[in-house]
């Protein structure tokens, strides 16, 4: 079956410049998340979705970061007025919920401000 | 303090031979999981093994196995007969509270498998 999408693969913007990152996740999960990782490091929580509860956005970094999420599908991450410290993989994952699914993850967006 | 801690940025092992990645964590929770996921260079991240708090079995997966020391927060992977497609980065990543089901990874490990 299909695994999460994200589009697109690669974008370059330039400083200043809104950008909204787009996930498909897999059809029937509930839970939607999205990581940052920057060049040679490890996963950073951004957001987490689950049905229609209201979001865990606890490790959005700034104000400048936001996220939706329509129901259990699409979800966008949009960051305003892009920085050069926002250059990082931008990875989104789902699952079904509780304690023993994993999470599938997407192939990334990759962003480059520059 | 770190929540995932992997202290090897980077292994050499020759081919066929098993490897151990180390992965300690903190928690104050009863009930948490642990995860190790696998990045080849082409950037996906690949499910591997999943051990959770309450299991008294060590979990295995094939070549996989995950070496869970409790009373040591310690949760080490292993990887039997190494081969040359083993080598990728390896991020252990512990999930708390099932109430929110978020992932924090350590830093990585890059394993490469010699020929």
């Not at chain 1, 509860?53 to 007025?81: C, H, M, N, W, Y």
């Not at chain 2, 039997?80 to 990728?88: E, I, N």
């Amino acid at each position: 079956g299909a695994g999460v999408s994200q589009s697109p693969s690669n974008k370059v913007t330039e400083k200043g410049k809104d950008v909204e990152l787009r996930c498909d996740p897999i059809s029937g999960h509930t839970a939607l998340y999205w990581y940052r990782q920057r060049l040679g490091q490890g996963l950073e929580f951004l957001i987490y979705f689950q049905g229609n509860s209201a979001p865990d956005k606890s490790g959005l970094p700034s104000d400048r970061f936001s996220a939706e999420r329509t129901g259990e599908s699409v979800s966008t991450l949009t960051i305003q007025r892009t920085q050069q410290e926002d250059s990082a993989v931008y990875l989104c994952a789902s699952s079904l919920v509780g304690g023993v699914y994993e999470q599938y993850f997407g192939p990334g967006t990759r962003l480059t401000v520059t | 303090a770190q929540k995932i801690t992997q202290t090897q940025p980077g292994m050499f092992v020759q081919e066929k031979e098993a490897v151990t990645l180390d992965c300690t964590y903190d928690t104050s929770d009863q009930s948490y999981g642990l995860f190790w996921y696998k990045q080849p260079s082409s950037g996906e991240m690949i499910f591997l093994i999943y051990q959770g708090s309450y299991d008294e079995q060590n979990a295995t997966e094939g070549r996989y196995s995950l070496n869970f020391q409790k009373a040591r927060k310690s949760a080490n992977l292993v990887i039997s007969a190494s081969q040359l497609g083993d080598s990728a980065m390896y991020f252990c990543a512990m999930r708390e509270d099932f109430g929110n089901e978020k992932l924090t990874f350590g830093t990585g490990t890059r394993l490469t498998i010699i020929p």
